[in-house]
């Protein structure tokens, strides 16, 4: 064997070496951020400066992590080629023998592999992980320089590609493995339930939701008017059955504050000689691009159950609500006094009737249809972006291969509408 080829070998174990490495990083992360959920040992890992810096970042070193092991795979591969071709050429005499020596150096070199560089550095039971990661932080933050800038470009050139249906760089989970994450936060004697499991799930891709996604639009939302008589805001209240409601003069953009219905029956004044502005509480504006994480820690701090959400020149845009953000990790919360809809029925073949408050993306999943726009969240907002306007009655519009007539609506909003989903080779206009 020339001593070309051994150099070529010794520098495919070498990688294949980095590439176990970089997955003990990643598997360490896990169990670490396991360990911080105790505020104990929180303090404690944090009060050691390389692994501060790594945990408090908001740099993305998951991403890059990743991005290493692709690296190190590609490397292993290239650098084992002369070792594959001096097989050829040894048994070149013989096809038998050229097929069955190639075919057991393939297993071999994918059994080395699989235990080198997957399966023993996520089976190795690390007690300890924040001592791996301190010995691995400065040569992990150094291939994080060196890397992002090649990384970046990569990730823009693909979102430049697929458009929107690529996540952004800086997203800093791989749902791919949240099985993984969430396993490591129990031990095998507790196993987790499907509900706990949907629910640990939903959590995490919280992260990658914003305001915008969850918000109840303008036109859907219900307000106390101080130009109204008090009368007919409690004929709002009675008729919809909320609790909530902002308080408002004129509109949604001049919002006073928020009035609960209980501290209406607790007052004994007289209905007509209230003043709703006697009842108001504190009103939290949120931006509707902030992400809902931290939307829904602000909710908690301040202690308020909706908030009034903003565009970028602070008009009101919608509400959101905490029973909003729950249901994002618990899916639908109703409760007696709710009415179970179906937002999507089949009508006959690649025909339905929809609900003008069907999320966008619950419609994109139902009808296997991408709907470009992210200007509005619900399917009636959209009918209402595209037209200008409130629609009327069986008015039609052809959007992203889908025939939309409108079934039903009232002065504020597109209630319902009948869909007819349009064969791919046929776009509409």
């Known amino acids: 064997m020339s001593a070309l080829a051994i150099i070529s070998i010794l520098l495919a174990l070498a990688f294949l070496c980095l590439q176990s490495w970089l997955v003990a990083c990643e598997v360490n992360f896990v169990r670490l951020r396991h360990i911080l959920l105790k505020e104990e040992e929180a303090v404690r890992i944090r009060a050691h400066g390389s692994l501060r810096y790594l945990l408090d970042t908001k740099r ?24 594959f071709k001096g097989v050829f050429i040894v048994f070149s005499g013989s096809w038998g023998g050229q097929f069955l020596a190639l075919a057991l150096l393939f297993v071999m070199v994918i059994g080395c592999y699989f235990i080198v560089a997957v399966w023993a550095p996520r089976s190795v039971d690390s007690q300890q992980p924040e001592r791996f ?8 933050i150094g291939w994080y320089y060196m890397s992002w800038p090649l990384l970046t470009i990569i990730c823009a050139l693909g979102r430049k590609v697929l458009g929107d249906r690529v996540s952004s760089v800086g997203a800093s989970l791989n749902l791919a493995e ?8 129990y031990s095998e004697e507790k196993p987790l339930s499907s509900f706990v499991r949907s629910v640990f799930s939903n959590a995490l891709r919280m992260s990658e939701l914003e305001v915008s996604d969850v918000v109840l639009p303008r036109s859907q939302v219900e307000y106390f008017d101080l130009n109204e008589p008090i009368e007919e805001n409690i004929r709002i209240a009675i008729e919809s059955s909320h609790t909530r409601f902002p308080l408002c003069q004129g509109d949604l953009d001049r919002v006073l504050g928020i009035i609960h219905i209980k501290d209406l029956f607790r007052e004994k004044a007289e209905l007509s ?3 709703l502005r006697k009842f108001r509480r504190k009103t939290l504006r949120i931006g509707s691009a902030e992400s809902l994480e931290d939307a829904f820690q602000k909710l908690i701090r301040n202690k308020v159950h909706m908030a009034i959400v903003i565009d970028d020149f602070g008009g009101t845009i919608g509400v959101l609500t905490l029973e909003a953000i729950l ?13 179970e809809e179906s937002w999507i029925t089949a009508l006959s073949a690649q025909r339905y009737r929809v609900s ?41 519009l052809e959007l992203n291969h889908l025939k939309i007539v ?3 609506v009232d002065e504020k909003r597109v209630i319902s509408a009948i869909v007819s989903v349009l064969p791919k080779g046929i776009v509409a206009d």
């Open 327 to 339: 249901e994002e990790l618990v899916g639908d919360i109703q409760d007696e006094f709710d009415i």
């Open 178 to 185: 949240v099985d993984m994450q969430i396993a490591a936060l």
């Open 273 to 275: 000689k209230m003043d």
């Open 133 to 140: 990661l301190a010995r691995s932080a400065w040569p992990l």
């Open 406 to 408: 409108v079934d039903e």
């Open 356 to 396: 003008g408050l069907v999320p966008l993306h619950d419609l994109e999943e139902a009808l296997d249809v991408f709907i470009e726009n992210d200007a509005v969240s619900t399917f009636g907002g959209l009918i209402t972006q595209e037209l200008g306007r409130i629609p009327e009655k069986g008015e039609t």
């Open 60 to 83: 993305d070193f998951s991403l890059a992590l990743r991005f290493g092991r692709v690296w190190c795979t590609l490397a292993f591969g290239v650098f084992l080629f002369p070792l």
